[in-house]
């Protein structure tokens, strides 16, 4: 069973600052299969990233994807205040078929 | 514009069967390549995959939820359904119904989501 693991749990940082978000895979992941999302309090989750590193429509160039096998990173360069949020990686494909990892949250230093 | 609306009870008596239907506009649910899931989240936490339905009928679950969940599909009315039996206060949470697609080649990501719905297991 393939576990995702996020850190940190929390961020804090300040607008203008770059994030790095990391997600680590018990077991590898194809880099075709792992996609990242961003969840804002009373919503549903957004889309960010499909494909480790394809921004889905919409989304800011900003943010950015990037990894391979175990470890996949989301960066956000510079950090805007609605950028604060929590930010889930997930993978597709191996057991179970679809899994999230338990989340990042990004908060206002 | 696809949009998915879930909907059922928003209360669900301990060891009963939770119900909720979502409900597809804008796109056809027979589209082989879309994947149709549910995910959940109980308050305060994060999200759960709970299954899937693809290829007109093909269902996979959560190993932890297979032996109380179904997926089904009622193409005629452009919906897909949850059935989560035998619930406890545990299975309180947001109930999302969300899409996807894909291929051996490519996994696109829940672009569409519903709002949610909020189902509260309580007696």
């Known amino acids: 069973e393939i576990v995702l693991t996020q850190s940190p749990g929390t961020l804090s940082l300040s607008p203008g600052e770059r994030a790095t978000l990391s997600c680590r895979a018990s077991?590898?992941?194809?880099?075709?299969?792992l996609a990242w999302y961003q969840q804002k309090p009373g919503q549903a989750p957004r889309l960010l990233i499909y494909g480790t590193s394809s921004r889905a429509t919409g989304i800011p160039d900003r943010f950015s994807g990037s990894g391979s096998g175990t470890d996949f990173t989301l960066t956000i360069s510079r950090l805007e205040p609605e950028d604060f949020a929590v930010y889930y990686c997930q993978q597709y494909g191996s057991s179970p078929p679809n899994s999230f990892g338990q989340g990042t949250k990004l908060e206002i230093k | 514009q696809v949009l998915l609306q879930e909907s059922g009870p928003g209360l669900v008596k301990p060891s009963e069967t939770l119900s909720l239907t979502c409900t597809v506009s804008?796109?056809?649910?027979?589209?082989?390549?879309?994947?149709w899931s549910w995910i959940r989240q109980p308050p305060g936490k994060g999200l759960e995959w709970i299954g899937y339905l693809y290829n007109n009928g093909n269902t996979n679950y959560n190993p932890s939820l297979k032996s109380r969940v179904t997926i089904s599909v009622d193409t005629s009315k452009n919906q897909f359904s949850l059935r989560l039996t035998s619930v406890t206060a545990a299975d309180t949470a947001m109930y999302y119904c969300?899409?996807?697609?894909?291929?051996?080649?490519?996994?696109?990501?829940?672009?569409?989501w519903g709002q949610g719905t909020l189902v509260t297991v309580s007696s």
């Open positions: 077991q590898s992941v194809s880099s075709r299969y």
């Open positions: 804008g796109g056809s649910i027979t589209t082989s390549s879309y994947y």
């Open positions: 969300a899409r996807a697609q894909a291929s051996y080649e490519f996994w696109s990501g829940y672009y569409f």
